[in-house]
């Protein structure tokens, strides 16, 4: 391993973190602009996560085995996602039209669940755990997702209510 290739690890991972971190915090507390710092510190944080995460994948892919060449691929598409929806969801705070706040929590939420599971799904890889345990850690990472965001949006129903 390299000084290029564990200088990108670190970066990658660095910014996912606090991508994670700031995303639950808008989740938490929306913002009020998509010109806020919480919000532009978040979407930096996502583009440089996942501008590193495809080059290290290409650095690396020579040297992959079939199972990581699947994962990787799977995660470097899934990372270009995460910056459309990271840009879905700056256009809905800018914006701010009637049902905007779900559709931006909607989208950040997205971005958390598929941070949180590549973070579980290379942990495991990378620790060679069986497939099953990859595919159940995925797979309950998604559920306690997916319940998070629903309480979050019955949340911003009430006020919108109000």
Not at 147 to 155: D, H, M, S
Request: hydrophobic residues 60%; aromatic residues 8%.
């Amino acid at each position: 391993m390299g000084a290029a290739h564990l200088i990108l690890i670190v970066s990658h991972l660095s910014a996912a973190t606090l991508a994670f971190i700031l995303g639950i915090a808008l989740c938490a507390r929306l913002p009020g602009s998509a010109k806020s710092v919480s919000f532009r510190a978040y979407a930096v944080s996502v583009w440089l996560a996942m501008l590193c995460l495809v080059t290290v994948v290409i650095l690396d892919w020579p040297r992959l085995n079939l199972t990581r060449h699947i994962a990787f691929s799977v995660l470097g598409v899934l990372g270009v996602y995460l910056i459309w929806r990271t840009e879905r969801a700056r256009r809905q705070l800018r914006d701010q039209r009637p049902g905007w706040r779900l559709s931006f929590v909607s989208h950040i939420g997205f971005v958390l669940i598929s941070l949180f599971d590549g973070f579980c799904i290379v942990l495991a890889i990378d620790l060679l755990m069986p497939a099953w345990v990859v595919i159940t850690v995925a797979v309950l990472g998604v559920a306690v997702g997916i319940i998070a965001l629903r309480a979050r949006a019955k949340t911003i129903r009430a006020v919108e209510a109000a």
